[in-house]
Antibody, heavy 121, light 107 residues
Framework: QVQLQESGPGLVKPSQTLSLTCTVS??????????WSWIRQPAGKGLEWIGR???????TYNPSLKSRVTISLDTSKNQFSLNLTSVTAADTAVYYC?????????????WGRGALVTVSS | DIQMTQSPSSVSASVGDRVTITCRAS??????LGWYQQKPGKAPKLLLY???SLQSGVPSRFSGSGYGTDFTLTISSLQPEDFATYSC?????????FGGGTKVEIK
């Protein structure tokens, strides 16, 4: 059974960089069958897709965040990571990592439980 | 971006009730719609994809329908474990976008 788990600081200061890691167990992040995404949800609001990465390292980002986002892979640790620069209070949210199976076309079949990140001084 | 609008935002129901949630896309998305269930502190769960295809392991009391801009999620007989928030998501155009969620509460 595939499991995803987010980790990282729960508190980030404004203007700094938010960094989160998703550790994948029960499956290889190097598989050609999957994309790996980050999705967030501010309190009381809907989910927002941030971006995704493929095993080749190819990335696609949400245009609304593209200038501030980097998603990367660490295949040796079976992890992928999110960096979001120049954060503000509007970036306070629960951040999820999720898997998309190739052929499922942007449907996310496995998710982590989420990590709450608060942006505050 | 395609806007996804869900209604109602919340619904109160009893065990055994039939519950229907609606999702509307701001433009046509064919059948490229998914439904997710969220419970506090748990990983979101994919229930249906391609509007009406049941994800593996999901009970058959969940069903979906629709095409183009209007979609529905139906729970035929609400069970205690179904009290949760349900969100729709379009998978037609980048970036994928989600509805605001519908909370199903105990009456």
């Amino acid at each position: 059974q595939v499991q995803l788990q987010e980790s990282g600081p729960g508190l980030v200061k404004p203007s700094q960089t938010l960094s989160l890691t998703c550790t994948v167990s029960g499956g290889s992040i190097s598989s050609n069958y999957y994309y790996w995404s980050w999705i967030r949800q501010p309190a009381g609001k809907g989910l927002e897709w941030i971006g995704r990465i493929y095993t080749s390292g190819s990335t696609t980002y949400n245009p609304s965040l593209k200038s501030r986002v980097t998603i990367s892979l660490d295949t040796s640790k079976n992890q992928f990571s999110l960096n979001l620069t120049s954060v503000t209070a509007a970036d306070t949210a629960v951040y999820y990592c999720a898997r998309e199976t190739v052929g499922y076309n942007l449907f996310f079949d496995y998710w982590g439980r989420g990590a709450l990140v608060t942006v505050s001084s | 971006d395609i806007q996804m609008t869900q209604s109602p935002s919340s619904v109160s129901a009893s065990v055994g009730d039939r519950v229907t949630i609606t999702c509307r896309a701001s433009q046509g998305i064919s059948s490229r719609l998914g439904w997710y269930q969220q419970k506090p502190g748990k990983a979101p769960k994919l229930l249906l994809y391609a509007a009406s295809s049941l994800q593996s392991g999901v009970p058959s009391r969940f069903s979906g329908s629709g095409y183009g801009t209007d979609f529905t999620l139906t729970i035929s007989s609400l069970q205690p474990e179904d009290f949760a928030t349900y969100s729709c998501q379009q998978a037609d155009t980048f970036p994928p976008t989600f509805g605001g969620g519908t909370k199903v509460e105990i009456k």
